[in-house]
């Protein structure tokens, strides 16, 4: 079966090629993939950018899938076969303190789909059953791929930022986790900017005006009671930092590639309250799937369609900021059943 698969340790060793069909093992279910999402994760892999030098090809890429359960492993109850599902793609190792205490995506043995494991840019891929989020049927492929990136969206929002009705929210950097963080916002009757550089005028900006959400290039006059930094940019960390009301939050969850300067002094004395956001948890996964199914439905307008066989122009679609999130496209034909499931 084809799929998209970073076959070397150099800048740009991702392609699309031939790999096996998998089968579930004990505990695993087959997935048959919708739909998977390409992000900035996917895109430093393939860079091999620093922080990235763990993953060790080959690698099958991809870990925002939604899809259908084709069959099921031993130990699996058979009643999910047929069902609609997407994944979570941090997963823990299930049995340590951080994962007892509900952060699995901060686990010290975490596993990263499509990065230390196969991902789902391809049309069948093995999970397992425990990770599956059940996802309405008749919900687009468009909106349900959504299901990852605003799970992580939504832990920042809510999680973290606590976002209440009538709060003023900024959030800088409009790339897919910024623009859906601040749709978790808008719909939780806040008062949200969406801040982004001139560069983002020419995609990102527009999508988030059509979504209904105001927009600025550059600073802000306001004094927000919460500030999302999406960019990952220290500019904008600090701008965050400086601007955010006295006792007001900021909530980091771009992740930033070089070191980053804060007058934490100056935010002491304001007591300005700066927390960090990573992943996501099972919870904000069941969150980010009612809001797909309800308030956030048109969030699918963000989305972009490319068949698996593009899949690296897809991906240099997304490095250049040329849609806001591509998505890969791929079916396939359902294995042959087998006396082992």
Sequence with gaps: MPAF????????QAD????????????????????????GSDVHAVRGDHG?????????LGHEAVGWVAEVGAGVDPALRGRRAGV?????CRCCPVCDGGQPQLCPDRTVMGLSGPGAATPWVTVPAHWLVPLPEDLPRRVAVLLEPL????????????VAAGQRVVVSGPGPIGLLAALVCQARCADVLVVGTTRDETVRLPAARRLGLRTAI?????????????????????AAVHEVRTGGRVVAVGLF?????????????????????YGSAPPDYA?????????????????????????????????QARVVKPVVVAHGPAPSQSSSY
């Design 16 to 39: 699309v090629r031939e790999v096996p069909v998998p089968r579930a093992g004990p505990g695993e279910v087959l997935l048959r993939v919708e739909a998977c999402g390409l992000c």
């Design 52 to 60: 990235y030098e763990w993953v060790r090809p080959p690698v099958v």
């Design 88 to 92: 979570v793609s941090i997963r823990g």
């Design 218 to 238: 550059g600073g802000t006059a306001t004094r927000p009671d919460l500030w999302i930094e999406a960019s990952g940019a220290p500019a904008a960390m600090a």
């Design 257 to 277: 590639a070089e070191a980053v300067t804060l007058d934490l002094t100056a935010a002491v004395r304001r007591e300005v309250r700066i927390l960090t956001s």
């Design 5 to 12: 698969v970073k076959w070397g340790t150099g800048a740009g």
């Design 151 to 162: 799970s992580v969206a939504v832990r920042a929002a809510e999680h973290h930022g606590e």
């Design 287 to 319: 969150i980010a799937a009612k809001l797909l199914a309800g308030p956030l439905r048109e969030a699918g307008a963000l989305v972009t369609e490319f068949p698996l066989a593009e899949a690296p122009a897809a991906l240099a679609a997304a490095e």
